[in-house]
């Protein structure tokens, strides 16, 4: 029997319209988006239209989308492209919160060493950053806000436009990683009142190792790396082509998102907490159940035994104990040890996430095995 996959928050399949889409531009399309013929012409027009879906997804225009290998390297660029007409003297002030994705963090450790002010914001006990704890956290010379749209572990929904009104008050540019919420919940960059955003197209069916970046226009990103004009000069060397084509039609499935998928993946996500709460009842802690949450996110703690070897006893199923992108050691969640989760707690932890493609048959055996797993190391 296949197993259940349920670690969509980490990578999800190729949707099957997205790779008929790119597989043209590995065979027969193949010039170099630069070249002045036929070939070139033909692959650099197949790119702008995948940027008009990409734009189109966000509310953007073309000229506001970058693309990217990633998510990681669109949150590097938003980060420390803005900030880089501070250098040499350093002088900024930057503001991320305690709930972010490595993709962050890292990033900003890195300005904090090159001499800039750096401040986390803290979350709540359900893992929201408020607008007003953001709010206390800027100063004078605040140059950018990064806060995630939505968190990789627990799901959670931050209030991203909040946060951006009181920034533009203060002309405080606002940048939000948004990998996992496209697809999901709306990310309509104009709504949203952001400056910058980020995507990853492994997260919203594209294949890994290709992303964006929204720049509204008129703000100044300067590049971080270096070489010829690509991307408006922000991201040199010569475009992943075939990527980049299924990061449009990726985009452009995910455009005809409805709430119909939204609402059927909220009752996945429910149906299979009330199986798991009709056996443990309330010693099933579900992180972050007190706010707006992913509808595809279900993060829970089992009681008495530690989630990764629950997982690890039920090879059935494919599914992780928190953000996947890690370097193999066991290391604590950030987002929990920001929610202040016992430690207790915070070690029985499982993070399951759905998909398009996820049943209910495949729910109802998740939580039988997840159930009968428990019991063989608790009992």
Known sequence: MQPIYLD????????????????????????????????????FHAIEDAREKVAGMLGATLDEIVFTSGGTESNNLAMLGTLRECLPESKGHLVISAIEHPAISAPAR??????????????????????????????EDTKLVSIMHANNEIGTVQPI???????????????????????KIPTNVVE???????????KFYAP???????????????PIQFGAGHESGL???????????ALGAAAQLASRGSNEVHNRLTRLRDKLMNLLRSRFGDDLVVHGEGADRLPNTLSASFPDIIGRDLLQSIPEICASVGSACHDGE????????????????????????FGWPTSTEEIERAAELLIGGWEKLAL
């Open 8 to 43: 969509y928050n980490a990578t999800t399949p190729i949707a099957p319209s997205v790779l008929e889409a790119m597989q043209p531009f590995l065979t027969k399309y193949y010039g170099n988006p630069s070249s002045d013929h036929s070939s070139g012409r033909a692959t």
């Open 110 to 139: 890195f300005l904090r060493q090159q001499g800039f002010q750096v401040t986390v914001c803290p979350c709540d006990s359900n893992g929201v950053v408020s607008a007003a704890a953001v709010q206390s956290c800027l100063r």
């Open 161 to 183: 436009r909040a946060i951006a009104e009181e920034c533009r008050s203060r002309n405080i540019l606002v940048h939000t990683d948004a990998a996992q919420s496209v697809g």
């Open 192 to 202: 949203l009142g952001v400056d910058l955003m980020s995507l990853a197209g492994h």
């Open 208 to 222: 890994k190792g290709v992303g964006a970046l929204y720049i509204r226009r008129g703000v100044d990103v300067r």
């Open 235 to 245: 991201r040199p060397g010569t475009e992943n082509v075939p990527y980049i084509i």
């Open 330 to 353: 066991s290391v604590g969640s950030a987002t929990l040890d920001a929610m202040q989760v016992s430690s207790a707690v915070a070690r029985g932890t499982v993070r399951l996430s």
